[in-house]
């Protein structure tokens, strides 16, 4: 049994009195089975072989209706248990799944496709449905239904029992080994569908670019392409996947028959009753039933399985790893970035290389650099998301980071200044405010989105802070649609710079605030800032407008550099 | 219904395919009533200890039909599967055609994640129409009447009674299952939207979720989309299991009929005894074949309403209207004129920008200027093509005489005009092929000119794999300002007349963005370019002319 399976079960405990309600409805089913076979025998019997007609039958006919009237309704309780099992299972992983996701940081991130991570999130979870509501239920019934069978058989016809008792067996035996061929074939299809998935969201993503040049047109054999793949590994992996079905649904007609014939030539021979023989030949495809539905749920819960190891895999995902947990000074007396170097994954290069300021309450520092030395991902350092290559940012002490212990607060070295490495991510992280490049706007309604990092924030907080920033035209209560749609994209910042106001953090980081502005709204948030920092904030700003330098009360540039320099060179 | 009808007429290439699959599976569901009957007269026969060779002929076909189901069935799952997939190759191709002409206007208020879902989830589900639904009830309907047929001839009255059970289990139970299962699957579908769309939201956000510590609260809001729709799943269950109820009462009540008229008819001496057990046996193998049948049509609704979603973007309107007789655009330089010209987006009550006049000449270099909001991107649409004008003209004027871009076809627009979006889409694929986009028989040289007057070449080649690095999803091993850059790049290499750029400098630190301007002008030498941005300022030197300052539209909000 693979580890995914068994964690699967594990989880599925989350729903045990469902899955035990649900195996003893289709037991209780299976056992009804054996007795509608002995009515069925024993009228068919009676009325061919003694002449009885309906009045003498009426015990066992009426018998009979009420066996199969209870039978659909045994049935019928069974599929909806069976509907209510996966509910809580899947919900349980898919939020463990989804905040794994979060909580694993921008850098894991970069490598992987959100569309394909909300396809295994929504579709890919939805194939678990199968597997817990059907095929685990459907598994004890294959463990238990035949053994009743085969007990009842014995009573009957010794050599039926031992047919049926011989073959039901070799079932899972073929159907195991065969699994294990298409085990691979099945992981190649599941990695194909996330493909063209990806695939596909990028050419829609991009697709008025591709009108603006003419190749939409092309992009048309691309896709066929990849749907002919996505059709020939998937036929591959079925024809495989299929042989272990027929193996079984060969092993269980063919056994029928074989109990069908020698039933029939023992009854010729005179050693057995005509009401046993149908007796046996009603009952015995009731032993491989159970095993039937088991393959043909088995291939319905495959992709359910494959997609709960990629959701286990993220889930497992090491996190980034933790530092001492101490908590910030407070107050904050500043951030000291100390030669700072990142290496970006894929290219050789340093951005920002060796980087070095600091930034005290009340200053507004400005880091220029030419595109791609590195800006953001320093924001994103100070911030904890990402770790440096080498070097290391600082939180100063109240003293501004003298090297005195100050109280209570002292930190490891008797040092007030900390490495945000080591401090609690989220204890951090309240008291940093950060407005990305882009920052993303959520659908709701603008003020929630202005509340995202304060959501206590009162009406006449959230309506200061929009005015601050030259939105007060901007109605809060403005619903807006995906990623902001329903304002411009100047507008989108500036409620994004809002939303780190609004949450009065000693430490302001800002990205780029005022790019896409026009001068108004540039001075506009120039002052807000410039107030911030007024009102105690350390602000660090990301620029390369001369109005946003402008207002900074120093500048500090960056640069890149090649992995492994000569020592102090930095290209830019 | 009319979407499946259409989205039937969109497999109907595949016919000859699906139909050997249907032969595969009639003979396979023939295989097991003809395995029952066979050994049920086989018995039957037994009992009356006739010469064994009597019996012979039977043996040799209950073993036949014991063997020909599993085989048959083998073949029928293979062939079904290759025709359905065939049919969503159709599928996936006629939804991205059209698509192509929709994008980017006419698709402005669906979400992305929707679209995904439309795209991948509920076209892939469509090949359940022909896997679950078709399939199974054509060759089912075959056996059926040919069980109905045989039951009947023994018994008449047995296979009246017979056939009304089947109908009551193939037709009656799914429509039961249908209308409970309808009425959940209205929440269900949008449901599931939702749920895409809130991973996505919560993914794409996660990094300021990240830093704001609004990560438990962003999830707690997931969570309860998700259990809306668990709630809905949990609905539709009852709808299911009311299918199977009516199926197998109807089974029942056949199997039961039969036994009860079979013993009737034997006492009148109107049947045989030995054929008894094949009226009453038959029954229950024919309903046992046709029981996935409530499961498979407890998907029509699901399958409808998917049907649905992917057919209304296939019969969305064109957000512009193609000429009936395009007229061509004038050879030699070419002039951009725009007179009292209104835009404004499919649906929308207001205007987005206009009513604009402009003149920009054959070689030119023309700077519209206006803030945020100003309706900046969408008159770059329109030059495009992709947006209707609500009044006024907007005309290429060649040397002998012009032409309305209402009157020309859209494509031939964009082969004489290009365009550098705002917020350019960068596709997860190397640089290379970004840029040979724009021009597929570039060579490595031109690639590197074009990148070279965008500034990125030293960039590039700084790279360890150069033109063939991997940008990623949505470019994000990209900095802003070098997404940008590929962009221009890319725009430069476009074998265009007229070149607009929306906010080129966007996303650029100033010396580049002043340096890069510089460069335009001669990069782009002898074509006409027409710069939408907010910062004028930054384009000095006499080859840049001021066009109109453009004013945002009152009201807006």
Not at chain 1, 6 to 35: D, E, H, N, Q, T
Not at chain 2, 18 to 25: D, F, M, N, P, R
Not at chain 2, 189 to 199: H, I
Request: contains cysteine; hydrophobic residues 55%.
């Amino acid at each position: 049994m693979s580890a995914s399976l068994r964690r699967l079960l594990a989880s599925g405990r989350v729903a045990s009195a469902a899955l035990v309600a649900a195996v003893g409805l289709g037991l209780a089913g299976g056992l009804l089975a054996v007795v509608q076979a002995l009515l069925l025998a024993r009228a068919i019997a009676a009325a061919f072989l003694g002449r009885e007609g309906v009045a003498e039958l009426a015990v066992p006919l009426s018998l009979l209706a009420a066996v199969l009237v209870t039978r659909a309704g045994l049935a019928w309780a069974g599929e909806v248990v069976a509907q209510r099992l996966s509910g809580a299972v899947k919900a349980d992983l898919r939020v463990r799944l989804l905040s794994r996701a979060v909580m694993l940081g921008p850098r894991w991130a970069a490598d992987q496709s959100s569309s394909e991570l909300v396809l295994l999130a929504t579709r890919g979870l939805d194939a678990l449905d199968a597997f817990y509501g059907r095929w685990l239920p459907q598994l004890a019934l294959g463990a238990i239904v035949p053994v009743v069978v085969v007990a009842c058989l014995l009573t009957a016809d010794v050599v039926a029992a031992l047919t049926v008792a011989l073959t039901v067996p070799l079932i899972p035996v073929f159907m195991a080994l065969i699994g294990r061929m298409s085990e691979a074939h099945r992981r190649r299809r599941w990695a194909t569908l996330s493909r063209l998935a990806h695939r596909f969201a990028d050419v829609v993503a991009g697709l008025p670019t591709l009108r603006a040049f003419g190749a939409a047109e092309a992009q048309v054999g691309v896709l066929r392409r990849i749907t002919d793949a996505y059709r020939t590994t998937t036929l591959a992996t079925l024809r495989v996947a299929f042989l272990s079905a027929f193996a079984l649904e060969l092993l269980a007609t063919i056994s029928v028959a074989l109990v069908a014939v020698g039933v029939g030539l023992r009854l010729a021979g005179g050693d057995l009753s005509l009401e046993t023989g149908l007796f046996v030949l009603v009952l015995a495809p009731e032993a491989y039933l159970p095993l039937r539905r088991l393959g043909a749920e088995f291939h319905a819960s495959e992709e359910g399985l494959t997609a709960a190891r990629e959701a286990f895999a993220v889930i497992d995902a090491p996190p980034a790893p933790a530092g001492a947990g101490l908590a910030p000074p407070e107050p904050i007396g500043g951030l000291s970035i100390e030669a700072v170097s990142v290496e970006q994954p894929g290219r050789d290069v340093l951005a920002p290389a060796g980087a070095s300021l600091v930034v005290r309450p009340g200053e507004v520092v400005a880091v220029t650099g030419p595109s791609g030395a590195g800006k953001s991902t320093l924001l994103a350092v100070v911030l904890g998301l990402i770790a440096p290559t080498a070097g290391r940012v600082r939180v100063l002490g109240p003293d501004g980071g003298g090297a005195a212990a100050s109280g209570a607060r002292a930190s490891v070295e008797g040092d007030s200044r900390i490495d945000v490495r080591d401090l609690d991510p989220d204890a951090w992280r309240s008291r940093v405010a950060w407005v990305p490049q882009a920052p993303w706007l959520f659908a709701g309604s603008v003020a929630d989105n202005v509340r995202l990092g304060a959501p206590d924030a009162s009406t006449a907080a959230v309506a200061e802070a929009m005015s601050a920033v030259g939105l007060a035209d901007v109605a809060p209560s403005l619903v807006l649609g995906e990623r902001g749609s329903g304002l411009s994209s100047g507008q989108r910042r500036r409620v994004g710079i809002a939303r780190a106001l609004v949450r009065r953090a000693p430490v302001l980081l800002l990205d780029e605030p005022t790019a896409g502005l026009d001068a108004d709204a540039e001075a506009a948030v120039m002052r807000a800032v410039r107030a911030a920092a007024d009102g105690g904030a350390a602000v660090l700003l990301v620029a390369h407008r001369p109005g946003a330098v402008a207002g900074a009360d120093r500048t500090v540039e960056v640069g890149w550099a090649l992995v492994e320099p000569p020592a102090g060179e930095a290209a830019g | 219904m009319s979407a499946l009808r259409a989205i039937l007429a969109i497999g109907r290439p595949v016919t000859p395919r699906l139909l050997v699959a249907l032969a595969a599976g009639a003979g396979a569901a023939g295989a097991s009533i003809g395995l029952a009957a066979t050994s049920a007269w086989l018995i039957s026969k037994a009992a009356e200890q006739p010469p064994i060779l009597t019996l012979m002929v039977a043996v040799t076909a209950v073993r036949a039909f014991g063997i020909a189901r599993g085989v048959l069935r083998y073949a029928e799952r293979l062939a079904a599967h290759d025709a359905a997939f065939r049919v969503l190759g159709e599928l996936r191709g006629t939804m991205y055609t059209r698509l192509a002409r929709l994008a980017p206007a006419g698709l402005a208020e669906l979400r992305s994640g929707d679209l995904l879902a439309r795209l991948v989830g509920d076209v892939d589900g469509l090949a359940d129409l022909w896997l679950r639904v078709l399939l199974p009830y054509g060759s089912l309907a075959v056996i059926g009447a040919a069980t109905v047929a045989l039951v009947g001839w023994l018994v008449p009255a047995a296979g009246i009674a017979l056939a009304g059970g089947l109908l009551v289990a193939a037709v009656g139970a799914p429509l039961a299952a249908a209308a409970v299962a309808r009425r959940a699957e209205r929440t269900l579908a949008p449901a599931r939207g939702a749920l895409a769309d809130a991973a996505l939201d919560l993914l794409r956000g996660a990094p300021e979720i990240l830093a704001t510590g609004a990560g438990p609260r962003a999830i707690a809001d997931v969570a309860a989309v998700d259990a809306r729709l668990a709630a809905a799943e949990r609905r539709s269950a009852l709808g299911a299991g009311v299918g199977g109820l009516v199926a197998g009462l109807a089974a029942g009540a056949s199997t039961w009929l039969a036994l009860l008229l079979g013993i009737v008819a034997v006492r009148e001496g109107s049947l045989g005894g030995v054929a008894l057990a094949v009226v009453a046996l038959t029954p229950i193998a024919i309903h046992e074949v046709m029981a996935p049948l409530v499961a498979a049509a407890r998907q029509l609704p699901g399958l409808a309403a998917s049907a649905a979603r992917v057919v209304d973007v296939i019969r969305r309107p064109d957000p512009v209207a193609e000429p009936r007789e395009p007229r061509a655009v004038p050879d030699g330089p070419l002039r951009l004129r725009a007179r009292g010209l209104r835009l404004r987006y499919p649906g929308a009550t207001v205007d987005a920008a206009g009513p604009l006049d402009l003149d920009v000449a054959a070689g030119a270099r023309v700077l519209v200027t206006g803030p945020s909001g100003s309706g900046k991107s969408t008159i770059a649409a329109a030059c495009l093509r992709f947006l209707e004008p609500a009044a006024g003209s907007l005309e290429l004027v060649g040397e002998r005489g012009a032409v309305d871009v209402r009157e020309v076809a859209g494509d031939d627009v964009r082969r004489a005009v290009g365009l550098c979006e705002q917020d350019p889409h960068v596709f997860d694929a190397t640089v290379a092929d970004n840029l040979r986009l724009a021009h597929p028989g570039a060579s490595d040289h031109e690639l590197e000119s074009a990148l070279a007057a965008a500034r990125l070449l030293d960039w590039v080649r700084s790279l360890p794999d150069g033109l063939a690095t991997p940008v990623g999803e949505h470019g994000s091993r990209l900095s802003g300002g070098q997404r940008q850059r590929i962009a221009l790049a890319r725009a430069l290499l476009a074998d265009v007349r007229i070149l607009v750029l929306d906010e080129p400098t966007e996303h650029l630190d100033e010396p580049t963005a002043r340096a890069f301007m510089a460069d335009l002008d001669a990069a782009a030498a002898g074509r006409t370019l027409l710069v939408l941005t907010h910062r004028p300022e930054l384009f000095a030197g006499s080859a840049w002319t001021r066009g109109p300052g453009l004013v945002p539209p009152p009201a807006r909000r």
